[in-house]
């Protein structure tokens, strides 16, 4: 069965930095977008980045654009989220998606999503 597995979440002062990973398994995933959302307590899972499997296309939420940064490898079926200069409203569960489509920005473009890691910025 399909797994992703993420790891990297922490807790850091604002202004730190920290890397997401998200190894996933179970599947070929030829073709498939990979993104990242995050769900703060009482608001909905909002879209965070995406890359495209060719890793030719980023793109960003604008309240993360020029702090966040995404990465794959898709010989070892993974994806990161460097994260820098964070914000206490970057607190949040991060979690990795997976969807077959060439965009994922919707939730419902999702087609697998990881347990969530948590990360937590102090100011």
């Known amino acids: 069965q399909v797994q992703l597995v993420e790891s990297g979440g922490g807790s850091v002062q604002a202004g730190g930095s920290l890397r997401l990973s998200c190894a996933a398994s179970?599947?070929?995933?030829?073709?498939?977008?990979m993104g990242w959302f995050r769900q703060a307590p009482g608001m909905e899972r909002e879209f965070v980045a995406a890359i495209t499997w060719t890793a030719s296309i980023t793109n960003y939420a604008d309240s993360v654009q020029g702090r966040f940064t995404i990465s794959r490898d898709n010989a070892k079926n993974t994806a990161w989220l460097h994260m820098n200069s964070l914000k206490p409203e970057d607190t949040a569960v991060y979690y990795c998606?997976?969807?077959?489509?060439?965009?994922?920005?919707?939730?419902?473009?999702?087609?697998?999503w990881g347990q969530g890691t948590q990360v937590t910025v102090s100011s």
């Open positions: 998606a997976i969807g077959p489509g060439a965009r994922l920005n919707r939730r419902s473009q999702v087609a697998y």
């Open positions: 179970g599947r070929t995933f030829a073709g498939y977008a």
